[in-house]
C-alpha cells in the first residue's frame, strides 16, 4: 500500500515554543504513544503535521467525533459485485503501513470506542480485527498520537483512566505575547503592529475565561482574524466576524468582547 | 340657545360674568390668537364650561391657558382644552378641571410640540378616569414633573401609577403626589428606558476583559426622602452604580454604563491607595480627584486607545467667559482628556502643561495630590467660589470620587434599602450556583431539604425576595422593567401520613405508571436498519442487494446496521396554581381543585421520577405585584422523596394568579439544565388575574408574552387547564397546541402523567 499522499511535502511553519520537538523524538525513538494537551487552536496539529515532515513519516489524521465507530477506525466489510470485501480503516491503515496515526479531539468520541487504541499502545502493538479474525501487528514505523484539550470540563467527556495512563504527555498552551505576534505574522502575512493588537486582543477575550466564555480566542482565530485584515476587512470587522461571533452566542459576552476590541482600536 | 325672551336674558347674563370675569388684557390676547371664526368655536366652549357650573376663578385660568397654548401651538390646541377639560370634569370634578387650567402653563413651558400637547391632554384624561382623585394634586406638581419627563415619558409613568397602585385611591394619591418612593423611581425609569441591571453583564464583562477586574456590583436605588443618586461609587472591589442614569436613553445609555464602569475600572487598574484628607480644602480634593480621574484615564487611553472615543462623548464643555468653579472644571476634565480641544483660559492652560510635563509619572498617584493642590491655591487666589456641597463629579459618567479618599466620618456611599441588598446577594449567589449542585454542596452536612428550608429560619408568613421580572403592559407596547417581585416563602411540610395518603390511594394508576415508564424508558440501545453507514451489515439488505445484482437491477445501497442510543433529555419545571379558586369543590363532589392537583402533581412527579427527567415543582400565587409567591416542593438537584411529598401535600389555596411572573421565574430556573428539551408545566384553573389589576387582558397579554418569551428561549410551555370556564383566555395565552383542557378535573390524577408521557415521547 503506497501511503505517499499522506506524506507531507513542504515543511509547515511551526514556531518551537518549549522543548516539545526534542521530547517528541525521543518518544518517537521507541514509538511511544503521544497525548497532545492544550487549549483549541493553540497549533496541536500544526505541530504533529510539523513532526510527520521532520520524521519523514506520513500522517493519518482522524477527526474524532460522537457518532464515531471503531468500525470507522478499524475498517468494515463492503459489499461489491463479487460479494464482501474488507476495507482498512485509517487506524489499521497507519497500523500496517507504518504512519503516525493521530486521532484529534480524541475526547470527542465514545468511552468504548476508544478502547480498540489499548493493544496498539502497550508492548503488544498489535491490532485485533475481530470481524476479520486477523490480528495485525504494527509496523516498525507506527505511532498512535492522540491530542485532548483538558478544557472540556464535562464528566462525560474525558478520557478512560486506562486510556489516559498509556501516553506521554505534551502540555501545549498559548504562546507568549512575542511569539504569538510573530507566528500571526508568518501565518497571516500581516504587519508586526497589526499582529500586536490581535495579541492584544486576544488576550483581552482570554481574561473572560471562566466570566462567560468558555475558552479565550485562540492563536488560530487571531491568525483568521489577521488574514481577513490582509484582505482590506477594517481590523474592527474582522475581529468581529472571526472572534467575537463565533466565540460566544451570549449577546452580553458579545458586547463585551467587541466593547473591549473598540477599547484597543 | 335663544329662542324666548327668558333665554336671552340669561345670554346677556352670561355674558356679562364671562366679561366680567375675564379682563380686558386677556379678552384682546385671545382676539389676537383666534380668527373671528375659532373665536366663535371658543365662546361656544366657554359657554359649555359655564353651563357646567365651572368656578368663576376657573374661567379666568381657563382663558388664558386657552392665549397660552394658541400661542405656543396654535389656535388648534387653544380649542382642544375645552373638550379635555370637559372629559376630567366628568370623571375628576370640578376641582380638577380647575386645576388642569392652572397646570397649563406648565405644560406650555415643557412640552415643545403640539403633538406634545395634545399627548399630554389625552394623559390628564386618562388620568382622570384612572384616578379621578388624583388629577389635582398631580397637577400642583406638574412643573416638577414635566421638567423631567416628555409627553411619552409623562404618559408612560402615569399609567405605572395607576397601574401601580390598582383600586387604592390612597395608593394613587401618594403616588401622584410624589409621596410614593415608586413614584420617584418609576420617574426615574420613565425618564431613563435602560436600567442598569440590563446593562450589569456586558459592563462587568468589559471590565474583566480588559483588565482583569471582576467587581462585585450593587445598584444605586432610589431611597424616599433622599435624592436619586447620579453618581456611581466604588470602594475597593465594590461598585455601586445608580439604577438609572436620568435623561439617557437607549444605546446613550448602554454606553453611559459603560463609561462609568471602564472608568471605575480605570481607578481599579491604575489607582494607587486611598489618598489622606490631611489639611486639604473642599477644593483641592475635588480637584485632586479631577486630576487623577484624568492621570488614570490618560493611564488606560494608553493602553486601550478606544477608550478615549467612549469617555470623550460625555466631555462636552465648551471654552467660555465664565470663571464660575464648576464650569472651569468641567471645562479642565475635557482639556485633559482631549488633546484636541483648544481652551486658552490661563489657569487651564497652566493645569494643562503641568499634567502633561509630568507625563512621565503619571503612573505615580502622588502627582494628582501635587497638581490637584497647586490648582486648588490658583483658584483660591483668582477668588472663584466653590460650593463643595452643591458639586456634583461631571461628566456624569464619572464615580463620585469617595473611593478615592480616606473615610472619615461620612455615611457610606450607599444606604440601599435592605430588600434590595437581599435581592442583590441573591442574584450574586444565584450567578454563583451556575451549576445546580453547588447549592447543596455549601452544606454538606445538611440533610437535602430544599433550598428555601435550608435558608431558614424563615418566618413563616414572610418571603425572601429571590428575583424581579417585567411585565408586559399591552397597551403601552413595552416591558415595565423590573416591576414584579418574586419571593420565596417555606412550603409548609403536611404530616408525614398526609404524604403518603397522597400516592397510597392511588395504587392501580401508580401500577399503570410504572408500567408505562418502563417501556417508555429506552435506555438500551437500538439496532437501526438500511443505513448507509453502520457497525454491521444488515443481512436482509444484503440479501436484497444480492438478489438485485442477480437480475441486473440496481441495488438500495443501504446495508448497514447502526446502534442508536434514545434517550431522553428533557427537564421539566412543574408550576402548580395555588390561588383562592384552586379551593373551590369540583362539580358536587366533596374535592377541591387543589386537592385533585396535589394528588396528580404526585403521580406525575412518580413518573418523572421514573423516567430519569430532572424536574422541579413550586406552587404559586401572588398578592399584588411586589408579593409573587413561590413555594418550593421540589428542586431539580434533590430526589422526589417524602418529605417533597409532604411540603405538596402541604400547599394550601390563597391569593391570586399573576401568571406572567410565575413563568418568567420558571424560565429563568430552567435555564441553565442542561438538557436538550426544556418544559414548564403549568397546572391551573383558570385565567390570570391579581387584586391590583382591573383590566383583565392585561394580565393574560402579560402571560402570553411570558410564554412567547419562553418560546424564544427554547423552553417548552405547556399548560393542563382544569374545569376552566373561559378556556378562551387560556388558549390566547398558550396557544392552541400549548393548551390542554380536562374537562373532569377529578379525572387529572389518572390522566396527568399519560398526558406528560405522550406530550414528551
Not at chain 2, 576 to 585: Q, V
Request: proline share 5%; aromatic share 8%; hydrophobic share 40%.
Amino acid at each position: 500500500m503506497d501511503l505517499t499522499h499522506y506524506r507531507i511535502a513542504e515543511e509547515p511553519f511551526y514556531k518551537p515554543l518549549h522543548n516539545e520537538v526534542p521530547m517528541f523524538e525521543a518518544a518517537y525513538a521507541s514509538r511511544m504513544p503521544v497525548m497532545l494537551k492544550g487549549p483549541t487552536g493553540c497549533g496541536k496539529t500544526r505541530f504533529i503535521e510539523y513532526m510527520a515532515w521532520r520524521l519523514g513519516r506520513p500522517l493519518i489524521t482522524i477527526a474524532c467525533h460522537e457518532d464515531m465507530t471503531a468500525s470507522d477506525l478499524v475498517g468494515r466489510y463492503l459489499l461489491d459485485a463479487d460479494g464482501t470485501v474488507w476495507h482498512d480503516g485509517p487506524l489499521t491503515l497507519a497500523v500496517r503501513y507504518g504512519a503516525i496515526c493521530y486521532l484529534d479531539e480524541v475526547v470527542e468520541a465514545r468511552q468504548d470506542t476508544t478502547v480498540v487504541i489499548h493493544p496498539l499502545t502497550d508492548e503488544r502493538r498489535t491490532l485485533p480485527l475481530e470481524k476479520r479474525n486477523e490480528l495485525v501487528a504494527a509496523h516498525p514505523d507506527f505511532q498512535l498520537v492522540i491530542s485532548y484539550n483538558p478544557g472540556y470540563q464535562s464528566v462525560i467527556k474525558d478520557l478512560k483512566e486506562s486510556t489516559k495512563q498509556r501516553f506521554i504527555a505534551l502540555d501545549f498552551s498559548y504562546p507568549n505575547a512575542v511569539e504569538e505576534s510573530q507566528i500571526i505574522q508568518s501565518e497571516a502575512g500581516v504587519s508586526g503592529e497589526i499582529a500586536d493588537l490581535l495579541v492584544k486582543i486576544g488576550a483581552r477575550s482570554r481574561n473572560l475565561k471562566g466570566h462567560g466564555l468558555d475558552e479565550g480566542a485562540s492563536t488560530r482565530m487571531l491568525i483568521q482574524a489577521g488574514r481577513l485584515i490582509g484582505h482590506d476587512m477594517p481590523v474592527n470587522e474582522a475581529c468581529q466576524a472571526a472572534l467575537v461571533v463565533p466565540i460566544t452566542d451570549d449577546p452580553d459576552m458579545r458586547d463585551a468582547l467587541s466593547e473591549s476590541i473598540n477599547a484597543c482600536v | 340657545m335663544s329662542d324666548g325672551k327668558h333665554g336671552h336674558l340669561q345670554d346677556l347674563l352670561a355674558e356679562a360674568n364671562r366679561a366680567s370675569v375675564i379682563d380686558a388684557a386677556t379678552w384682546a390676547a385671545l382676539k389676537r390668537v383666534f380668527s373671528q371664526r375659532e373665536f366663535g368655536q371658543w365662546t361656544d366652549g366657554l359657554a359649555r364650561l359655564l353651563a357646567r357650573k365651572i368656578g368663576y376663578s376657573a374661567i379666568l385660568d381657563f382663558a388664558r391657558a386657552s392665549v397660552q397654548a394658541a400661542r405656543r401651538y396654535g389656535p388648534a390646541a387653544g380649542l382642544r382644552l375645552e373638550a379635555s377639560a370637559r372629559a376630567v370634569q366628568d370623571k375628576a370634578g370640578e376641582r380638577a378641571a380647575a386645576a388642569m387650567f392652572a397646570a397649563t402653563a406648565h405644560a406650555c413651558r415643557h412640552l415643545a410640540e403640539a403633538e406634545d400637547f395634545a399627548a399630554w391632554l389625552a394623559t390628564m384624561e386618562e388620568l382622570a378616569e384612572g384616578a379621578p382623585e388624583s388629577v389635582a394634586v398631580l397637577c400642583d406638581h406638574l412643573g416638577y414633573v414635566l421638567q423631567r419627563l416628555d409627553a411619552r415619558e409623562f404618559h408612560s409613568w402615569v399609567h405605572a401609577g395607576i397601574r401601580g397602585a390598582g383600586r387604592d385611591p390612597a395608593a394613587r394619591l401618594e403616588y401622584f403626589d410624589l409621596k410614593d418612593q415608586s413614584a420617584i423611581r418609576a420617574f426615574e425609569q420613565a425618564s431613563s428606558d435602560v436600567l442598569f441591571s440590563a446593562v450589569q453583564a456586558r459592563a462587568a464583562a468589559l471590565v474583566g476583559a480588559l483588565w482583569r477586574f471582576h467587581p462585585i456590583m450593587r445598584t444605586l436605588a432610589v431611597t424616599p426622602g433622599r435624592p436619586a443618586p447620579r453618581r456611581s461609587a466604588f470602594d475597593g472591589a465594590v461598585l455601586w452604580v445608580p439604577e438609572a442614569y436620568a435623561g439617557r436613553h437607549g444605546s446613550d445609555a448602554v454606553l453611559h454604563y459603560k463609561a462609568a464602569i471602564a472608568h471605575i475600572g480605570a481607578h481599579a487598574a491604575y489607582g494607587g491607595g486611598r489618598f489622606p484628607r490631611g489639611k486639604l480644602k473642599p477644593i483641592q480634593i475635588a480637584l485632586v480627584s479631577l486630576i487623577e480621574d484624568a492621570r488614570v484615564e490618560n493611564l488606560a487611553i494608553a493602553d486601550y486607545p478606544g477608550l478615549r472615543r467612549l469617555w470623550l462623548r460625555y466631555h462636552t464643555a465648551q471654552p467660555g467667559k465664565a470663571l464660575a468653579a464648576e464650569l472651569l472644571m468641567l471645562r479642565l476634565s475635557r482639556a485633559l482628556v482631549d488633546p484636541d480641544y483648544l481652551d486658552d483660559d490661563p489657569w487651564i492652560t497652566k493645569a494643562r502643561a503641568m499634567f502633561f510635563d509630568s507625563r512621565d509619572n503619571w503612573t505615580d498617584p502622588e502627582i494628582s495630590r501635587t497638581i490637584g493642590g497647586l490648582l486648588g491655591n490658583d483658584l483660591g487666589q483668582m477668588r472663584i467660589q466653590f460650593n463643595a456641597k452643591t458639586y456634583v463629579v461631571e461628566p456624569s459618567y464619572r464615580d463620585d470620587n469617595s473611593g478615592l479618599w480616606e473615610i472619615d466620618d461620612e455615611p457610606p456611599p450607599a444606604e440601599s434599602e435592605a430588600a434590595d441588598v437581599m435581592l442583590n446577594a441573591a442574584q450574586i449567589e444565584q450567578k454563583e450556583s451556575d451549576e445546580p449542585k453547588s447549592r447543596h454542596e455549601t452544606s454538606p452536612e445538611a440533610p437535602p431539604a430544599n433550598v428555601a428550608s435550608r435558608a431558614s429560619p424563615l418566618p413563616e408568613d414572610e418571603g425572601f425576595p429571590i428575583a424581579r421580572h417585567p411585565e408586559w403592559d399591552y397597551r403601552h407596547g413595552g416591558l415595565r422593567p423590573e416591576w414584579t417581585t418574586l419571593n420565596e416563602y417555606n412550603a409548609r411540610p403536611a404530616p408525614a401520613a398526609a404524604g403518603s395518603a397522597l400516592l397510597q390511594r392511588h395504587e392501580a394508576a401508580l401500577v399503570k405508571i410504572r408500567n408505562l415508564v418502563k417501556s417508555a424508558k429506552i435506555s438500551r440501545p437500538q439496532w437501526r436498519s438500511r443505513q448507509m453507514q453502520g457497525e454491521r451489515l444488515d443481512l436482509d439488505a444484503c440479501i436484497r442487494t444480492a438478489i438485485d445484482i442477480e437480475r441486473g437491477g440496481s441495488p438500495d445501497p443501504r446495508h448497514y446496521q447502526t446502534r442508536v442510543l434514545k434517550n431522553r433529555d428533557l427537564s421539566v419545571f412543574v408550576l402548580l396554581d395555588i390561588s383562592e379558586s384552586t379551593r373551590d369543590r369540583i362539580g358536587r363532589t366533596n374535592r377541591t381543585i387543589i386537592s385533585v392537583a396535589r394528588t396528580a402533581t404526585a403521580l406525575l412527579a412518580e413518573a418523572m421520577a421514573g423516567l430519569g427527567d430532572p424536574f422541579a415543582i413550586c406552587g404559586f400565587c401572588s398578592d399584588g405585584k411586589d408579593d409573587v409567591r413561590f413555594y418550593r416542593v421540589k428542586d431539580f438537584v434533590e430526589s422526589f422523596d417524602a418529605s417533597a411529598l409532604q411540603r405538596l401535600a402541604g400547599l394550601r389555596g390563597h391569593l391570586s394568579t399573576r401568571l406572567g411572573a410565575a413563568l418568567r421565574q420558571a424560565g429563568a430556573e430552567l435555564s441553565p439544565q442542561r438538557t436538550h428539551r426544556r418544559l414548564v408545566l403549568v397546572i391551573s384553573d383558570g385565567e390570570p388575574s391579581d387584586i391590583d389589576v382591573a383590566d383583565s387582558d392585561y394580565l393574560t397579554e402579560d402571560a402570553r408574552h411570558a410564554v412567547r418569551s419562553l418560546a424564544h428561549q427554547g423552553i417548552d410551555v405547556l399548560c393542563i387547564g382544569l374545569q376552566s370556564e373561559d378556556d378562551a383566555a387560556m388558549r390566547r395565552v398558550f396557544g392552541r397546541r400549548g393548551f390542554v383542557l380536562i374537562d373532569r378535573a377529578e379525572a387529572l390524577a389518572e390522566k396527568l402523567p399519560f398526558i406528560y408521557l405522550r406530550m414528551t415521547t
